[in-house]
């Protein structure tokens, strides 16, 4: 009898130790298991995100696309309206030169007689040698060099800073900056 109560304990150590080493292996691989179901739920889960996204960008980008056509014809059209009224003005610039000279004669330059003085004082002519030429007048388009005004003169006269003038028939003609019309004409003594 106690032979075979030692043979059956022997047995059931026997086959305890087997059966916790498969336990533990067991319990290894579930956990193993468990862990890449794990993994994919989540890479299934992102991947199920990124493909929302992208799906919402395109939308975002066709209904921009939409918004953006309406917009390019606009321009073009603002484009080609703007083209046309510069080809109106230049052919209207053309038949209204005389509303441009009174434009200019309303623009003129104008000086008091101590800063005529001035510039007399500063700006010595030569005197007329030939007088069958047409004098000069105020809106009269300037051709050839032109001379800036010395700077002494320019600090006591601000009206002429940035100008220019040119001695014509005897006559000082003074252009404001940037014109190519005389603004001021100061004659002969």
Request: with cysteine; aromatic share 2%.
């Amino acid at each position: 009898m106690q032979e075979a109560i030692r043979f059956w304990h022997h047995h059931l150590q026997r086959d305890q130790l087997p059966t916790e080493t498969r336990r533990s292996g067991a319990k290894i691989e579930r956990g193993l298991l468990v862990l890449l179901s794990l993994l994919a739920i989540v890479s299934c889960a992102g991947a199920v995100t990124a493909l929302m996204q992208v799906r919402s960008l395109k939308s975002e980008l066709t209904a921009l696309q939409r918004e953006l056509l309406p917009l390019k014809e606009r321009v073009a059209k603002l484009g080609q309206i703007e083209k046309s009224k510069e080809a109106s003005d230049q052919a209207s610039g053309q038949n209204n030169q005389p509303s441009r000279e009174n434009r200019a004669e309303e623009a003129a330059l104008l000086l008091s007689r101590e800063e005529i003085q001035l510039v007399r004082d500063y700006i010595k002519p030569a005197p007329l040698v030939d007088s069958s030429t047409a004098p000069i007048s105020v809106g009269d388009p300037i051709t050839g060099p032109t001379i800036p005004f010395p700077s002494a003169l320019t600090e006591k006269i601000s009206k002429l800073i940035g100008a220019r003038f040119a001695i014509r028939n005897g006559a000082i003609v003074i252009l404001k900056k940037d014109s190519r019309r005389a603004d001021a004409v100061l004659g002969p003594n």
